[in-house]
T-cell receptor, first 111, second 114 residues
């Protein structure tokens, strides 16, 4: 059974701090990894994708991938109250394969 | 920016009734997906669809479920005889051009089975 595991949280950080979200996956065949943000009652919204070991930065967001450890993370710098949401980690075999989601980590950024 | 759209936003039905959930993927997208999310649980894959046929389906996608692309724009999910446990958010997603694997999700349909 291919699994993606996340700490459900909630992760509470003060405004302006760095939020660190983590994810592990069981399928070594996974090629593509995604972080989605989901507000309550809404659909997943893509934040970042990452395919290679190392870091990938996009604005305040940095995704990190370590395939040897089967570990993906997302750092959010200068966290804002509007970042308060559930963050979903998803893995895929690449191409047009299905996404396998983790249960999500709830992030709360307090002023 | 093009978006995936879904209708209705909320569907209430009686157990045993048939429902059809509709999706309009982004124009020129090639692969289409249905996922569901039961309240408080993870997003789960149901089915993928390419070139007018199912590419892959999950164990959830049993004989009560079917998908169809009846014309060049719509992509539908039919549940023939709904059960209480079918109550969930249903999300449609699509992937576009060759060489990309980013799935874009529609806003979802909340299905409530009474």
């Amino acid at each position: 059974q291919k699994e993606v595991e996340q700490n459900s949280g909630p992760l509470s950080v003060p405004e302006g701090a760095i939020a660190s979200l983590n994810c592990t996956y069981s399928d070594r065949g996974s090629q593509s990894f995604f972080w989605y943000r989901q507000y309550s009652g809404k659909s997943p919204e893509l934040i970042m994708s990452i395919y290679s070991n190392g870091d990938k930065e996009d604005g305040r967001f940095t995704a990190q991938l370590n395939k040897a450890s089967q570990y993906v993370s997302l750092l959010i710098r200068d966290s804002q109250p509007s970042d308060s949401a559930t963050y979903l980690c998803a893995g895929s075999g690449g191409g047009y394969n299905k996404l396998i989601f983790g249960a999500g980590t709830r992030l709360a950024v307090h002023p | 920016e093009p978006e995936v759209t879904q209708t209705p936003s909320h569907q209430v039905t009686q157990m045993g009734q048939e429902v059809i959930l509709r999706c309009v993927p982004i124009s020129n997208h090639l692969y289409f997906y249905w996922y569901r999310q039961i309240l408080g649980q993870k997003v789960e894959f149901l089915v993928s669809f390419y070139n007018n046929e199912i590419s892959e389906k999950s164990e959830i996608f049993d004989d009560q479920f079917s998908v169809e692309r009846p014309d060049g724009s719509n992509f539908t999910l039919k549940i023939r005889s709904t059960k209480l446990e079918d109550s969930a958010m249903y999300f449609c997603a699509s992937i576009g051009r060759e060489g990309t694997d980013t799935q874009y999700f529609g806003p979802g349909t909340r299905l409530t089975v009474l």
